[in-house]
């Protein structure tokens, strides 16, 4: 079975919670992403490389800390 890499889930929301990220804007330019990367990466989307490496390092966090490997779900493949 294939696998896919997801952002652990509330991981967004907490970190701007927790170092007062007033926005979803303001936390996509600390990863250098836009907004709408951000929110289909939170939603559920697989993150590109550049975003995986953007996170973890505008957050001091390790991939293991940030994204988790997970089972490819059938509609994940069908969507693909």
């Known amino acids: ?3 896919v890499i997801r952002i652990r889930p509330g991981l ?3 970190l701007r919670e927790t170092r007062m990220i007033p926005s979803e804007e303001a936390q996509a330019r600390l ?6 990367t ?3 990466v939170d939603a559920g989307s697989q993150p590109s490389g550049s975003f ?6 505008a ?6 800390e940030a994204f988790e490997v997970v089972p490819e779900t059938a509609e994940q493949r069908v969507a693909a």
């Open 12 to 14: 967004l929301a907490r």
């Open 38 to 40: 951000l929110r289909r």
């Open 59 to 64: 957050f001091g966090l390790g991939l293991g």
């Open 31 to 36: 990863i250098g992403v836009d907004r709408g």
């Open 52 to 57: 995986m490496a953007g996170l973890c390092e």
């Open 1 to 3: 079975m294939a696998s």
